[in-house]
T-cell receptor
């Protein structure tokens, strides 16, 4: 069973701080890794994806991948109340383009 | 780019009736689409993979005769919930595979189904 693990949270950070969201996965053969944001009652929205070891930056978001440790993270700089949502980590299963999703980490950005 | 729409956004139906949900990729062609279900405060559950021009592939435990999937064109997949019952009430979300080779999926806005 290929698994993706996330801390359910809630992770509470003050406005303007850096939020760090973490995800581990079990399948060493995984190639692509995705971060989705899901607001309550809405569908997931793709924030970014990463497939090479190291960091990938897009605006206030940075994805970090360490394949040796089977670890992927998402950093959100200058956190805003509008960033309050559940963040889903997803991993390419290598089977028919399907993704395995973690259960998500709920982020709360406080004023 | 990579916009996916779903219709209807919300539907209420009586037990025993059927409901059809449409998923469209608006600005790209999607040979593969996926159908998920999400219960309150739970994660996404993949129901099936919809491939244009061929039969859908269902995940274990998902009844193919109850959840009919048709992917007749490169921009449209439909999910029909047949003989719906209250336990089918859920948030149904489709996604479309964006063909860059990295398997990123873009989600539609979802359909909230309530069966009374």
């Amino acid at each position: 069973q290929k698994e993706v693990e996330q801390n359910s949270g809630p992770l509470s950070v003050p406005e303007g701080a850096i939020a760090s969201l973490n995800c581990t996965y079990s399948d060493r053969g995984s190639q692509s890794f995705f971060w989705y944001r899901q607001y309550s009652g809405k569908s997931p929205e793709l924030i970014m994806f990463i497939y090479s070891n190291g960091d990938k930056e897009d605006g206030r978001f940075t994805a970090q991948l360490n394949k040796a440790s089977q670890y992927v993270s998402l950093l959100i700089r200058d956190s805003q109340p509008s960033d309050s949502a559940t963040y889903l980590c997803a991993v390419d299963t290598g089977t028919a383009s399907k993704l395995t999703f973690g259960t998500g980490t709920r982020l709360q950005v406080t004023l | 780019g990579a916009v996916v729409s779903q219709h209807p956004s919300r539907v209420i139906c009586k037990s025993g009736t059927s409901v059809k949900i449409e998923c469209r990729s608006l600005d790209f062609q999607a040979t593969t689409m996926f159908w998920y279900r999400q219960f309150p405060k739970q994660s996404l559950m993949l129901m099936a993979t919809s491939n244009e021009g061929s039969k859908a592939t269902y995940e274990q435990g998902v009844e193919k005769d109850k959840f009919l999937i048709n992917h007749a064109s490169l921009t449209l997949s439909t999910l029909t919930v047949t003989s719906a019952h209250p336990e089918d009430s859920s948030f149904y979300i489709c996604s479309a595979l964006f063909g860059t080779g990295y398997n990123e999926q873009y989600f539609g806005p979802g359909t909230r189904l309530t069966v009374t």
